[in-house]
Nanobody, 123 residues
Framework: QVQLVESGGGLVQAGDSLRLSCAASGLTFSNYAMGWFRQAPGKEREFVARITRSNINTYYADSVKGRFTISRDNAKNTVFLQMNSLKPEDTALYYC????????????????WGQGTQVTVSS
């Protein structure tokens, strides 16, 4: 079955960096657009970043633009989220997502979700 396993979360201070990873299995990774979403306590899940199958195009939420970078390694079936200049408002459970259609990531309705990795940023 398809599995998306996130890792790399943790507790950091404001201004620090973290790199999240999402290892995919059970699917042909290069056929899927990949994305990151997050959900803070008491809030709805929100889009963070997405990347096309070919690793050419990326798109970011305004709140993370210029600080976060999404990338992928199709040879290793892994997508990454480099997070720099972290802020307390970045605190959330971060989810990896996979979609055959790029638009499904835009709509927040991917084909598969990971279980999430917690990121906590202290002030």
């Amino acid at each position: 079955q398809v599995q998306l396993v996130e890792s790399g979360g943790g507790l950091v201070q404001a201004g620090d960096s973290l790199r999240l990873s999402c290892a995919a299995s059970g699917l042909t990774f290069s056929n899927y657009a990949m994305g990151w979403f997050r959900q803070a306590p008491g809030k709805e899940r929100e889009f963070v970043a997405r990347i096309t199958r070919s690793n050419i195009n990326t798109y970011y939420a305004d709140s993370v633009k210029g600080r976060f970078t999404i990338s992928r390694d199709n040879a290793k079936n892994t997508v990454f989220l480099q997070m720099n200049s972290l802020k307390p408002e970045d605190t959330a459970l971060y989810y990896c997502a996979a979609a055959i259609l790029y638009q499904r990531l835009s709509a927040g309705t991917p084909d598969y979700w990971g279980q999430g990795t917690q990121v906590t940023v202290s002030s």
